[in-house]
Every structure is written in structure tokens, then in C-alpha cells.
């Protein structure tokens, strides 16, 4: 019996793809709307960092497995994470171009991250799986609704549907590391509490530092188009709220979203 729960017909494995986004982050890539824009470039400030993490902590339990399986796919989600960190540092270098203090931002996550790999090994682990949840999540509603994603340049629609991919194949990977070498229910519930405050908060903060550079950090306009977007219609936050708090049920397993007819429609979206 395996304990992997990646279930029959997805693999996790990394795809050596590569974007040169150097163009579109010279301008508003999300229809020329900066909220939309600055939301996106937000998300992506957050990965490469947090992304090595997410290895790291799994690499902690690494040898505790022995179910070939999900030894197999420990090693295809280290591999997927680190392209996406890949690509995500050179998304961020070249945000640089519109003159955005990159360098600084980089900095204030970095030394949470710091102090997030000091923690002990279980808490690592716990906080990855929280944030595996996000970005399934977030994951799934964007290879749900397209439409999110109109107006932005084909190269940007690519990139984000490629990582959306990789992230809904290896949901559930360090989840089930953490269930079968750490547990403790209790303890992922609380540490999700953690993750949920720090993913918003440094979203939030980029996306403030991002607008304002723009010269659209007081704009009524931008703002009430930004909260119309996340909380509105379409609503991307409002939409994906029921799945966040799925989390805090007893018996939580990132598969009871069964998603898999969704990703194979992408997958070959992704092959055009």
C-alpha cells in the first residue's frame, strides 16, 4: 500500500520550460489595468524565496520515506519548484525595468524566510502544506476561469497556467510527507492561521509598494477596480474562500478538490 494519495493518472514532473517575460514587465501586462497587474507581479515576489522553502522542508523528511511512490514524486516536486523558482527570480529581475525597488522587497521577505527555516523541522513542514493550499487553490481557480487571465499578454497567460499546472499536480506531495512522518492535526490547523496572515500580508504590502511606484498607490479608481476584482466580480478571492477554509476540516486532504479532467483540459491547452 502506498501512502501517496496523488491519484492515477498525474504525474509530478518538471517541465524545462522557459519565458521571456522581459517585455511584458516593462508595461500594465493585465489589460493595462495596474491593480491587476501590480496583484500578479505581488504573487510572483513572493515565490522564489518561498518556493526554496517549500523544498527545504520537504528535504527534512526526505529520508524518513520509504514508499516509492511518493519518493518519486518528493523528487518531482523539488524539481517543479525549483524551475518555478527559477523563473520567478527572472520575472522579478526583470520587474526591475519599470523601476521598482525590487531589491528591497526581496529583502523584508527574505528575512521572514530566514527566520521560517529556523523554526523546528515539523512547524517548516506544516507551514508548506498551508501554503501548498494557496497556491492550489489559487491554482485551480485560475485554470478554472480563463477569463481571469483576459487581456493579459499570451507569454504571461503561459507562464501562469504552466505553474498553476505544476502546483495542482504536487498538491498534495508535502501533505502527505507531513501525514506520515509528523500528524499532528492540531498543529496544522494553528500553523495555517501563521500562513494565512503572512500570504496576505506580504501580498498586500507588494501590491501597495508596486502601485506606488506607479503613481497609483491613492487612486480611488484603481483601488475600488482592485477590490471589484478580488471580492466582486469576478471576485478571485470571494470564489476561492469556501476551499481556503476547507483546510480547518477534520479529514482535510488536497485532493477532495478532484480536479484532474480540469488539468488534463489545460495540459493540453499548455501543449498548443
Same mark, same amino acid.
Given at each position: 500500500?502506498?501512502?501517496?494519495?496523488?491519484?492515477?493518472?498525474?504525474?509530478?514532473?518538471?517541465?524545462?520550460?522557459?519565458?521571456?517575460?522581459?517585455?511584458?514587465?516593462?508595461?500594465?501586462?493585465?489589460?493595462?489595468?495596474?491593480?491587476?497587474?501590480?496583484?500578479?507581479?505581488?504573487?510572483?515576489?513572493?515565490?522564489?524565496?518561498?518556493?526554496?522553502?517549500?523544498?527545504?522542508?520537504?528535504?527534512?523528511?526526505?529520508?524518513?520515506?520509504?514508499?516509492?511512490?511518493?519518493?518519486?514524486?518528493?523528487?518531482?516536486?523539488?524539481?517543479?519548484?525549483?524551475?518555478?523558482?527559477?523563473?520567478?527570480?527572472?520575472?522579478?529581475?526583470?520587474?526591475?525595468?519599470?523601476?521598482?525597488?525590487?531589491?528591497?522587497?526581496?529583502?523584508?521577505?527574505?528575512?521572514?524566510?530566514?527566520?521560517?527555516? =529556523? #523554526?523546528?523541522?515539523?512547524?517548516? @513542514?506544516?507551514? &508548506?502544506?498551508?501554503?501548498?493550499? !494557496? *497556491?492550489?487553490?489559487?491554482?485551480?481557480?485560475?485554470?478554472?476561469?480563463?477569463?481571469?487571465?483576459?487581456?493579459?499578454?499570451?507569454?504571461?497567460?503561459?507562464?501562469?497556467?504552466?505553474?498553476?499546472?505544476?502546483?495542482?499536480?504536487?498538491?498534495?506531495?508535502?501533505?502527505?510527507?507531513?501525514?506520515?512522518?509528523?500528524?499532528?492535526? =492540531? #498543529?496544522?490547523?494553528?500553523?495555517? @492561521?501563521?500562513? &494565512?496572515?503572512?500570504?496576505?500580508? !506580504? *501580498?498586500?504590502?507588494?501590491?501597495?509598494?508596486?502601485?506606488?511606484?506607479?503613481?497609483?498607490?491613492?487612486?480611488?479608481?484603481?483601488?475600488?477596480?482592485?477590490?471589484?476584482?478580488?471580492?466582486?466580480?469576478?471576485?478571485?478571492?470571494?470564489?476561492?474562500?469556501?476551499?481556503?477554509?476547507?483546510?480547518?476540516?477534520?479529514?482535510?486532504?488536497?485532493?477532495?478538490?478532484?480536479?484532474?479532467?480540469?488539468?488534463?483540459?489545460?495540459?493540453?491547452?499548455?501543449?498548443?
Amino acid at each position: 500500500m502506498t501512502i501517496s494519495s496523488t491519484p492515477d493518472g498525474v504525474a509530478v514532473k518538471p517541465r524545462h520550460l522557459r519565458f521571456d517575460v522581459r517585455d511584458e514587465l516593462k508595461t500594465l501586462w493585465h489589460g493595462n489595468d495596474a491593480f491587476r497587474t501590480a496583484f500578479f507581479n505581488a504573487l510572483s515576489l513572493q515565490f522564489p524565496d518561498g518556493e526554496q522553502q517549500f523544498i527545504n522542508a520537504v528535504r527534512l523528511y526526505r529520508d524518513q520515506i520509504t514508499d516509492p511512490k511518493l519518493k518519486e514524486e518528493i523528487k518531482g516536486f523539488i524539481g517543479q519548484e525549483a524551475l518555478h523558482s527559477r523563473e520567478h527570480k527572472d520575472y522579478n529581475e526583470a520587474l526591475k525595468a519599470r523601476g521598482y525597488d525590487i531589491d528591497a522587497l526581496d529583502a523584508r521577505f527574505r528575512k521572514h524566510m530566514d527566520w521560517v527555516g =529556523r #523554526l523546528p523541522p515539523s512547524r517548516q @513542514l506544516a507551514g &508548506t502544506c498551508g501554503a501548498e493550499h !494557496y *497556491t492550489a487553490v489559487l491554482a485551480n481557480a485560475i485554470l478554472s476561469h480563463p477569463e481571469w487571465m483576459e487581456g493579459a499578454t499570451p507569454t504571461m497567460q503561459r507562464l501562469w497556467r504552466w505553474h498553476a499546472i505544476e502546483e495542482t499536480e504536487h498538491k498534495s506531495v508535502a501533505f502527505d510527507v507531513y501525514r506520515a512522518c509528523v500528524g499532528n492535526e =492540531r #498543529l496544522r490547523r494553528i500553523v495555517f @492561521l501563521f500562513v &494565512t496572515w503572512n500570504f496576505f500580508k !506580504y *501580498t498586500f504590502i507588494n501590491t501597495c509598494s508596486l502601485l506606488k511606484t506607479d503613481g497609483k498607490l491613492w487612486s480611488l479608481k484603481t483601488w475600488l477596480g482592485g477590490l471589484n476584482f478580488l471580492w466582486g466580480k469576478p471576485g478571485v478571492l470571494r470564489k476561492c474562500l469556501p476551499e481556503f477554509l476547507a483546510y480547518f476540516r477534520k479529514g482535510f486532504h488536497p485532493w477532495q478538490q478532484d480536479n484532474r479532467r480540469l488539468l488534463e483540459h489545460n495540459l493540453k491547452e499548455l501543449e498548443v
